[in-house]
């Protein structure tokens, strides 16, 4: 994190007025106290503010070229840098105002738990970590395939609550006696007849897709009156007969077999056992056709690709709330803490509902303090850095971009340009001064 | 943590002590404890998840994630940190780390001081408007001053090393700290400086012997500050260094290959966060002091 960037809602008590009258050993000694932070001030920061805005006109080559407007007019029409624009507006639209209402939230209920103090803690916690060992972190959390990152995981758990997959989701017909794909269903086309068996072979099922229990397929023997038959893996190593059982090919237990009558409608289902037989028992007389359903054969969720690039900002948004809620939540109780507690009482004995003095009494006392945490975040949004680079992996450094990581990138990414790098800071300096002004005045207004 | 001050009084309810008043009270606050537990372990994951996979074998994670742990805990080994603390690259940076944090808390806390004590008890000429206009200086982005201090490190001969990279965060980390500490010396009681004076004390001397110590809670609120935020930094040491790299740049430079170097990634990071944590437990009530001081009070 970056304790630097806290913003600052400056209180100032005026310094008192000395008795004494300033003589000049005095002032000597004032300069002489001040004379070191001063330099440091000087050379590391106005001086390179100014040259920064100098440079900004200039081209590539250090001062060589005075090109005027140009390296703005790169800065709104390049794509790359025009994304990092478009990008830190989504920020400044959706992190303060999240933060500051997940803040209020969970200071607010933090009042009504003993164990505030380890709740606190949990939150607060990545306030203290760098923003890098964040990316680090959430790049574990956000990898795409569910068995392996923990957001997907979770969010597999939900998607299969609605949509259960498929047992076999690349399985292919091994003869041409079976037709359809997996998204239409396939079916066995030999006509069926009570006392039939059918033998349903399905092939290209990688070895982990089989499923569990499988054993030796078996044909089952002919029974009067019943239709019954086999789903059977119709593949052993070094390959086998297709549409034969044979020794060493397994039965696929679970697959739901449907029996359809000539018009083509369900009229009996049936699982297949651990070696893949299935029966439908007696059936009425008649024509029938086996199949197994696209169900069987549908896709298990992929995952969202989190840290391609469709998806990067959101979850760049969402690592960079985990951070800065603890922040909020920590100033807002502490805001809490201090407001007078007999007006809420008062409020309640004249008949207020916990909602309505929550609405109508905490917020608007609460309001200065929700609105520095606001315009803290929207400054620390501005300036966010350090976790894009991160989290973003190269292919995605691109859609992800922000104006402080387009400014790093133009100028110390390979192009170089100190030109089109310089206008970039500029830029960002040019959005965070209104805030800079707010905050000079609020400061001038208590003097 | 603040939390102690933020202890809340409850109104005195009048079923307060009788069993019914407390079953209502549990059932009414239930639901908010199980929610605030809910929410807490899901903050708490991440920090865990990256523990966790910092504690498994590369191999690990063709699979299944971090939380294969649980059903399997002999999986859990220490090979990863043995091997990470056996590699140069990562040791030596913790000590580059190390050196910088230290040495940038101690220079802000010596100049930051002074200054505060200036704008504080000393008079002279336009003090005011120069400590407003220094205060301005904190919403200054660090990336105005990088090309420019670029240029003139490669003149210096700066770039590329410690002290170069300690210069730019001490410049950047002072107005934040002339901020905090000129208002804590502010409320020091007048007499006591006073009677200093009169007693014939040069100002260095008050300084030394009643500003500095008095003005202790304040200093160790920024000294955690500083050295948080220099031991977390990334763009200044990524742009100012090259082989001097500290932790973050260390472990950087290996995340194109995210997957394959997991299991260097993974405890370097933790190694690195180590720290931190235990200089946020260790000091919580200044950290979230300094916090409410640099936002609101």
Same mark, same amino acid.
């Given at each position: 994190?970056?304790?630097?960037?806290?913003?600052?809602?400056?209180?100032?008590?005026?310094?008192?007025?000395?008795?004494?009258?300033?003589?000049?050993?005095?002032?000597?000694?004032?300069?002489?106290?001040?004379?070191?932070?001063?330099?440091?001030?000087?050379?590391?920061?106005?001086?390179?503010?100014?040259?920064?805005?100098?440079?900004?006109?200039?081209?590539?080559?250090?001062?060589?070229?005075?090109?005027?407007?140009?390296?703005?007019?790169?800065?709104?029409?390049?794509?790359?840098?025009?994304?990092?624009?478009?990008?830190?507006?989504?920020?400044?639209?959706?992190?303060?105002?999240?933060?500051?209402?997940?803040?209020?939230?969970?200071?607010?209920?933090?009042?009504?738990?003993?164990?505030?103090?380890?709740?606190?803690?949990?939150?607060?916690?990545?306030?203290?970590?760098?923003?890098?060992?964040?990316?680090?972190?959430?790049?574990?959390?956000?990898?795409?395939?569910?068995?392996?990152?923990?957001?997907?995981?979770?969010?597999?758990?939900?998607?299969?609550?609605?949509?259960?997959?498929?047992?076999?989701?690349?399985?292919?017909?091994?003869?041409?006696?079976?037709?359809?794909?997996?998204?239409?269903?396939?079916?066995?086309?030999?006509?069926?007849?009570?006392?039939? /068996?059918? #033998?349903? +072979? &399905?092939? *290209?099922? @990688?070895? !982990?897709?089989?499923?569990?229990?499988? =054993?030796?397929?078996?044909?089952?023997?002919?029974?009067?009156?019943?239709?019954?038959?086999?789903?059977?893996?119709?593949?052993?190593?070094?390959?086998?007969?297709?549409?034969?059982?044979?020794?060493?090919?397994?039965?696929?237990?679970?697959?739901?077999?449907?029996?359809?009558?000539?018009?083509?409608?369900?009229?009996?289902?049936?699982?297949?056992?651990?070696?893949?037989?299935?029966?439908?028992?007696?059936?009425?007389?008649?024509?029938?056709?086996?199949?197994?359903?696209?169900?069987?054969?549908?896709?298990?969720?992929?995952?969202?690709?989190?840290?391609?690039?469709?998806?990067?900002?959101?979850?760049?948004?969402?690592?960079?709330?985990?951070?800065?809620?603890?922040?909020?939540?920590? /100033?807002? #109780?502490? +805001? &809490?803490? *201090?407001? @007078?507690? !007999?007006?809420?009482?008062?409020?309640? =004995?004249?008949?207020?509902?916990?909602?309505?003095?929550?609405?109508?009494?905490?917020?608007?006392?609460?309001?200065?303090?929700?609105?520095?945490?606001?315009?803290?975040?929207?400054?620390?949004?501005?300036?966010?850095?350090?976790?894009?680079?991160?989290?973003?992996?190269?292919?995605?450094?691109?859609?992800?971009?922000?104006?402080?990581?387009?400014?790093?990138?133009?100028?110390?990414?390979?192009?170089?340009?100190?030109?089109?790098?310089?206008?970039?800071?500029?830029?960002?300096?040019?959005?965070?001064?209104?805030?800079?002004?707010?905050?000079?005045?609020?400061?001038?207004?208590?003097? | 943590?603040?939390?102690?001050?933020?202890?809340?009084?409850?109104?005195?309810?009048?079923?307060?002590?009788?069993?019914?008043?407390?079953?209502?009270?549990?059932?009414?606050?239930?639901?908010?404890?199980?929610?605030?537990?809910?929410?807490?372990?899901?903050?708490?994951?991440?920090?865990?998840?990256?523990?966790?996979?910092?504690?498994?074998?590369?191999?690990?994670?063709?699979?299944?994630?971090?939380?294969?742990?649980?059903?399997?805990?002999?999986?859990?080994?220490?090979?990863?940190?043995?091997?990470?603390?056996?590699?140069?690259?990562?040791?030596?940076?913790?000590?580059?780390?190390?050196?910088?944090?230290?040495?940038?808390?101690?220079?802000?806390?010596?100049?930051?001081?002074?200054?505060?004590?200036?704008?504080?008890?000393?008079?002279?000429?336009?003090?005011?408007?120069?400590?407003?206009?220094?205060?301005?200086?904190?919403?200054?982005?660090?990336?105005?001053?990088?090309?420019?201090?670029?240029?003139?490190?490669?003149?210096?001969?700066?770039?590329?090393?410690?002290?170069?990279?300690?210069?730019?965060?001490?410049?950047?980390?002072?107005?934040?700290?002339?901020?905090?500490?000129?208002?804590?010396?502010?409320?020091?009681?007048?007499?006591?400086?006073?009677?200093?004076?009169?007693?014939?004390?040069?100002?260095?001397?008050?300084?030394?012997?009643?500003?500095?110590?008095?003005?202790?809670?304040?200093?160790?609120?920024?000294?955690?500050?500083?050295?948080?935020?220099?031991?977390?930094?990334?763009?200044?040491?990524?742009?100012?260094?090259?082989?001097?790299?500290?932790?973050?740049?260390?472990?950087?430079?290996?995340?194109?290959?995210?997957?394959?170097?997991?299991?260097?990634?993974?405890?370097?990071?933790?190694?690195?966060?180590?720290?931190?944590?235990?200089?946020?437990?260790?000091?919580?009530?200044?950290?979230?002091?300094?916090?409410?001081?640099?936002?609101?009070?």
């Amino acid at each position: 994190m970056s304790a630097g960037n806290i913003t600052v809602e400056p209180q100032f008590e005026a310094a008192p007025p000395p008795d004494t009258g300033p003589g000049l050993s005095r002032y000597g000694a004032g300069a002489l106290f001040l004379l070191p932070a001063f330099i440091m001030l000087g050379v590391w920061i106005v001086y390179p503010t100014v040259y920064t805005v100098f440079r900004s006109f200039f081209g590539l080559n250090g001062f060589n070229k005075f090109v005027g407007i140009d390296n703005y007019k790169t800065l709104f029409t390049t794509s790359t840098l025009t994304t990092a624009i478009k990008n830190n507006l989504i920020w400044v639209a959706v992190v303060p105002a999240c933060v500051t209402a997940i803040g209020l939230v969970f200071a607010v209920l933090t009042e009504r738990v003993r164990w505030s103090v380890a709740f606190k803690t949990a939150v607060f916690l990545p306030m203290a970590i760098s923003a890098f060992a964040t990316g680090v972190t959430w790049r574990i959390m956000y990898v795409q395939d569910p068995n392996l990152g923990a957001v997907n995981a979770l969010g597999r758990t939900v998607v299969q609550v609605f949509k259960s997959p498929g047992t076999l989701s690349d399985a292919q017909p091994s003869t041409s006696n079976v037709t359809g794909t997996a998204q239409t269903g396939m079916t066995l086309q030999t006509p069926l007849k009570p006392g039939s /068996v059918a #033998a349903i +072979g &399905l092939t *290209a099922i @990688p070895p !982990d897709q089989v499923p569990s229990g499988a =054993t030796q397929a078996v044909l089952p023997r002919a029974q009067p009156g019943h239709i019954s038959g086999v789903v059977w893996r119709d593949f052993k190593p070094g390959g086998g007969v297709p549409g034969k059982v044979e020794k060493g090919e397994v039965g696929l237990p679970g697959v739901t077999v449907q029996l359809r009558n000539s018009d083509g409608n369900v009229v009996k289902t049936a699982a297949a056992g651990d070696d893949g037989v299935f029966d439908f028992g007696v059936v009425t007389p008649g024509t029938y056709k086996a199949g197994i359903s696209p169900g069987t054969f549908a896709k298990p969720w992929a995952g969202f690709a989190w840290l391609g690039t469709k998806l990067i900002t959101p979850a760049l948004i969402i690592a960079y709330m985990w951070i800065w809620a603890g922040f909020s939540m920590v /100033v807002i #109780a502490a +805001g &809490l803490a *201090a407001m @007078p507690r !007999d007006v809420l009482e008062a409020a309640r =004995t004249d008949g207020a509902s916990e909602w309505q003095v929550f609405r109508r009494v905490t917020i608007p006392l609460l309001a200065p303090v929700l609105s520095v945490v606001f315009i803290t975040m929207i400054i620390n949004v501005l300036k966010v850095f350090d976790l894009v680079i991160t989290l973003a992996p190269g292919s995605s450094q691109n859609a992800a971009s922000v104006i402080a990581l387009a400014m790093w990138r133009t100028s110390f990414g390979g192009i170089n340009d100190f030109g089109v790098g310089s206008a970039i800071a500029v830029f960002l300096f040019l959005l965070v001064i209104p805030v800079l002004l707010l905050n000079v005045k609020r400061f001038r207004r208590e003097v | 943590m603040a939390t102690a001050d933020v202890a809340i009084p409850q109104p005195k309810l009048s079923e307060r002590d009788t069993v019914g008043g407390k079953t209502v009270r549990f059932l009414t606050k239930a639901p908010v404890n199980i929610l605030l537990a809910f929410l807490g372990l899901l903050w708490l994951i991440p920090t865990l998840g990256l523990f966790l996979t910092s504690i498994l074998p590369a191999q690990a994670f063709t699979v299944k994630g971090w939380w294969q742990i649980f059903s399997k805990p002999s999986l859990a080994t220490w090979e990863n940190y043995r091997m990470v603390l056996h590699t140069h690259a990562i040791t030596h940076s913790l000590l580059i780390t190390l050196e910088i944090a230290v040495s940038n808390t101690l220079l802000v806390i010596i100049i930051g001081s002074l200054a505060g004590y200036a704008f504080a008890w000393l008079e002279f000429p336009g003090r005011d408007v120069i400590f407003i206009a220094v205060i301005a200086l904190l919403v200054v982005p660090l990336q105005m001053a990088l090309i420019p201090t670029f240029t003139l490190y490669n003149h210096l001969g700066l770039y590329d090393t410690v002290l170069g990279i300690v210069l730019f965060h001490v410049a950047f980390g002072l107005p934040f700290a002339i901020f905090l500490l000129r208002n804590f010396f502010v409320g020091i009681p007048k007499d006591i400086m006073e009677s200093a004076r009169i007693d014939g004390a040069s100002e260095m001397k008050i300084f030394y012997r009643l500003i500095l110590p008095l003005g202790l809670p304040a200093i160790a609120s920024l000294a955690i500050f500083q050295f948080l935020w220099t031991w977390n930094d990334l763009i200044v040491a990524l742009t100012f260094g090259q082989n001097v790299q500290p932790i973050t740049v260390a472990i950087f430079s290996n995340l194109r290959q995210f997957g394959a170097n997991i299991d260097l990634i993974a405890p370097a990071s933790f190694i690195s966060l180590v720290v931190p944590l235990a200089v946020f437990f260790a000091f919580q009530r200044y950290f979230v002091q300094g916090l409410l001081a640099g936002s609101v009070k």
